[in-house]
């Protein structure tokens, strides 16, 4: 993947609590992001059409398009869009898919674009990438992050529980991702960015360490600012290196062989939990196998629809799906007996942790 644009590294604005629309609706209004209220707010199927109605009365003129599915012609229809007005910012208000394809349009049309998520199912809340599909093969773009991100705790809890819990298992993959990092370092003398591996590892460690779930404002809380940290992470130096590594080359692998299979954060969280057994780190594997049980995320193949063949068929083809990175997949480089050998292993792992 190639590196990711580095103009815009920190937002101007972070608010994650109840009742924040009412915080979005004030930035737009006193001219921060823009002086006439020229904005083009970009909603998905969801709830973004109630929000977007709820901020309308603070905008002089605004523009409201609807935009599904998650993929790059949705992102390039959007972006003709754009273009036939002078809009001074985009508003993206939804789940990841609205999101990505409002940072992918705002960042060709070079417009500043405010996040406002209503779920968290993913990083991509304040990530310099775009994750959409193109010729049903989904695919990462680089694009500039939010200037202000915005998550109303409100809207959150309103949506489907599975779609937010999924972000947990993106979250607790940095830990697998920064492993994978630190052995590149060792073993092809790639750097390592400090600060971000730092922004990545303290909301992974935050989530891991805490007890509470989804129905507590708290760990909600916990959560999002995790998100949000590791999008910046990414931001600051400029790759997805903090956020992604063998973990996701699996995630990436189901999603091309199998797409449909489940989403991001779930198959992230459990190629994560796969990689640290095959990294040996039993301390990490019983911390992230606790924290995935207790949230009822996917730790085996079949919890999310999957044969043990399929897994095996993704591990083998996961390392072609980023050719530039160097993982624990890369390093042990198994053979499908091997890895057969070694995802039986790691369930009888799981049988023997969970007795």
Same mark, same amino acid.
């Given at each position: ?66 935009? *599904?599915?998650?993929?790059?012609? !949705? ?6 869009? =754009? ?11 939804? %789940? ?14 070079? =417009? ?40 109303? =705790? ?42 971000? &591996?730092?922004? !990545? ?54 999603? *091309? ?13 459990? %190629? !994560?939990?796969?990689?640290?057994? =095959? ?34 068929? !993704? ?33 009888? &792992?799981?049988?023997?942790?969970? %007795?």
């Amino acid at each position: 993947m190639p590196l990711l644009a580095r103009t815009i590294l920190t937002p101007l604005h972070i608010d994650v609590r109840r009742g924040a629309v009412a915080d979005l609706a004030a930035i737009l209004a006193d001219g921060r992001i823009s002086a006439g209220g020229d904005v083009a707010v970009v909603v998905g199927p969801g709830q973004g059409g109630q929000i977007a109605e709820l901020i309308r009365p603070s905008l002089r003129s605004a523009d409201v398009f609807t935009v *599904a599915g998650g993929t790059l012609d !949705a992102a390039d229809e959007l972006g003709g869009k =754009l273009r036939e007005r002078s809009y001074d910012a985009v508003v993206g208000i939804g %789940g990841g898919k609205t999101i990505d394809v409002a940072k992918y349009a705002a960042t060709r049309r070079g =417009l500043p674009m405010v996040t406002m998520a209503t779920s968290l199912a993913n990083d991509g809340i304040a990530s310099p990438v775009a994750s959409l599909i193109n010729g049903g093969i989904k695919g990462s773009y680089g694009v500039h992050i939010p200037i202000a991100v915005i998550v109303d =705790l409100d809207f959150v809890a309103a949506g489907p529980d599975q779609h937010n819990r999924a972000g947990i298992g993106d979250v607790i993959s940095n830990i697998s991702a920064l492993a994978d990092w630190e052995l590149a370092r060792q073993v092809r003398g790639e750097p390592v960015d400090g600060l971000a &591996a730092s922004l !990545a590892r303290m909301g992974a460690e935050a989530v891991l360490a805490h007890g509470g779930d989804m129905t507590d404002d708290a760990f909600v809380t916990v959560l999002a600012e995790a998100l949000i940290s590791s999008g910046l992470a990414m931001a600051v130096c400029g790759s997805s290196r903090p956020a992604s590594g063998g973990c996701h080359e699996i995630m990436h692998a189901i999603d *091309a062989l199998f797409p449909g299979t489940s989403s991001h954060g779930e198959l992230a969280g459990l %190629g !994560a939990l796969f990689c640290t057994y =095959l990294r040996g780190d039993q301390r990490r594997f019983a911390e992230m196998s606790a924290c995935l049980g207790r949230h009822r995320l996917p730790r085996l193949p079949a919890d999310v629809g999957l044969t043990d063949e399929q897994f095996v068929e !993704a591990v083998q083809f996961a390392p072609a799906t980023r050719p530039d990175r160097y993982t624990i997949l890369e390093h042990l480089a198994m053979s499908v007996t091997e890895t057969r050998e070694r995802l039986a292993d790691y369930a009888g &792992a799981l049988r023997d942790h969970s %007795g």
